[in-house]
């Protein structure tokens, strides 16, 4: 239990997703009582009237913004309009409202995608306006890069003490698995899983597997959320990784030998790689909060599987 959550009244927007739920079973484990996760049913966070009635309502004092609308480099390519739309909308509402209802504190959940193509690795967050994002995903990485100008600017003219953090790319349980708008670790589970139980000769793999990757483990990213709501109080944006790459191959290899699939694994080097290199430079969040990932990769991976298994029993 901890004495600051007891006195919370905290919305999780994007509560019942993926990150959210996780980050609402941590705020719970710190003796947070007043956890809000409103479902996008009953509250649109594209109409600020249903943002200020939910704010009126939970009569909340911290907000933690995680809801968006996101997909791998397929649903990037497909939906950029709606991708750039609704994730800017959504937060750009949600900060105003934050404001104009003096809710204390708000939290922020930017993306790596935000970055240039072309960063120095490891990505540090004084790179973030040095180059525009990799093409595929640049709208999505933009409209969340708005959300950092808005919040550096709230707190300087109106004192809103606005949060803005960086989590790298996410895995783990309860991740979506949909082949139409998964990411890279969910979407090669499936299709090994998949190919293993139809004993498919072979899977198909986008791009040349030369591109790099850093993967954070949902548990993980969720406690680095809290730590900065509870104690990160400054204008800076803060990374949230591992601090660790790994190629798209070697990511291949890992998971087809942990799903237990025999088959062959197929380059279609016509499809893109996405950002060539990710990896980000995590010692500002250890140093502001004392973050510090703590899982193994192959441990996460091994309970990602394990997961998506249970789930298609």
């Not at 997703?17 to 509250?43: N, T």
């Not at 949902?218 to 990784?241: M, Q």
């Amino acid at each position: 239990m901890n004495n600051f959550w007891t006195q919370q009244r905290v919305v999780v927007t994007g509560g019942a997703g993926f990150l959210g739920s996780h980050v609402v079973e941590v705020l719970r484990a710190h003796g947070c009582r007043e956890v809000f996760a409103p479902r996008s049913k009953d509250c649109d966070l594209r109409d600020r009237q249903a943002i200020r009635r939910l704010f009126e309502t939970t009569k909340s004092t911290l907000v933690i913004h995680l809801a968006a609308v996101v997909g791998g480099i397929g649903a990037n390519r497909e939906h950029p309009g709606k991708f750039f739309y609704e994730n800017a909308i959504m937060g750009i509402e949600l900060i105003e409202q934050a404001r104009q209802c003096n809710i204390p504190k708000i939290v922020v959940a930017g993306t790596i995608c935000a970055y240039p193509k072309f960063t120095p690795v490891p990505f540090k967050e004084d790179d973030l306006w040095n180059g525009y994002p990799e093409e595929t995903n640049a709208p999505y990485g933009i409209a969340k890069k708005v959300l950092l100008v808005q919040c550096q600017a709230y707190r300087q003219e109106y004192g809103l003490n606005a949060v803005f953090l960086l989590p790298v790319n996410l895995y783990g349980p309860r991740d979506n698995f949909s082949p139409a708008s998964s990411h890279v670790i969910p979407a090669l589970i499936k299709k090994c899983v998949d190919a293993r139980d139809a004993g498919a000769p072979a899977i198909e793999c986008w791009g040349t597997g030369a591109a790099t990757r850093e993967f954070l483990y949902v548990e993980d990213a969720a406690a680095g959320i809290v730590l900065a709501a509870e104690c990160y109080n400054k204008p800076e944006p803060i990374n949230l990784g591992a601090g660790k790459e790994i190629s798209i191959k070697a990511l291949v290899e890992l998971i087809v030998k942990l799903t237990n699939y025999r088959g062959e694994i197929r380059w279609d080097a016509s499809k893109p790689d996405g950002q060539p290199r990710r990896c980000l430079d995590t010692t500002r969040a250890e140093r502001e909060f004392g973050f510090r990932a703590g899982t193994p990769f192959e441990d996460g991976l091994r309970r990602t599987i394990a997961w998506y298994e249970q789930q298609r029993r």
